[in-house]
C-alpha cells in the first residue's frame, strides 16, 4: 500500500469517496434514492463539520449562499435525514468501512522517520 500523495484534506476525502464507491449497496435498486457511497461521505461530514443537525445546516448554508458546504467541500448534492441515514448505514456491510480508518494510518508518512 502505498503513502498518499500528501496529507491534504483533498487527498483525503477523494481516497475515501474512491473506496466508498466500491462498496456493496444490499438494497433494492428500484427503492433507491441516496447512493449510498454519498451517504458514506454525509456521515463524514457529519463528524468534519461536528455539527448536530447536519441536514438543517446544510439547507441554512445552501439558503445563504447558494451552495452548501456539503456540495463544495464533499461533493455531495443530496442529504437524506438523520433517519434515513441511520436507516442506510445499518443496513451497509460494515467490512469495507471498517478497514477505511486503519488503511488511513497505514498510508500517512509518519514524521521522523
Known amino acids: 500500500m502505498r503513502p498518499l500523495?500528501?496529507?491534504?484534506?483533498?487527498?483525503?476525502?477523494?481516497?475515501l469517496a474512491k473506496t466508498f464507491k466500491h462498496i456493496p449497496d444490499?438494497?433494492?435498486?428500484?427503492r433507491?434514492?441516496?447512493?449510498?457511497?454519498?451517504?458514506?461521505?454525509?456521515a463524514f461530514a457529519m463528524f468534519f463539520f461536528q455539527h448536530p443537525n447536519l441536514l438543517e445546516y446544510q439547507r441554512r448554508m445552501k439558503k445563504k449562499s447558494g451552495r452548501s458546504n456539503l456540495e463544495r467541500v464533499f461533493q455531495v448534492t443530496d442529504l437524506p435525514s438523520?433517519?434515513?441515514?441511520?436507516?442506510?448505514?445499518?443496513?451497509?456491510?460494515?467490512?469495507p468501512s471498517?478497514?477505511?480508518l486503519p488503511e488511513v494510518f497505514e498510508r500517512m508518512p509518519w514524521g521522523g522517520r
Open 5 to 15: 500523495k500528501s496529507l491534504s484534506f483533498d487527498a483525503l476525502r477523494d481516497w
Open 26 to 30: 444490499q438494497r433494492d435498486p428500484p
Open 32 to 42: 433507491i434514492t441516496w447512493e449510498l457511497h454519498a451517504v458514506l461521505m454525509s
Open 82 to 95: 438523520e433517519t434515513q441515514m441511520r436507516e442506510m448505514l445499518d443496513g451497509a456491510p460494515t467490512e
Open 98 to 100: 471498517r478497514s477505511v
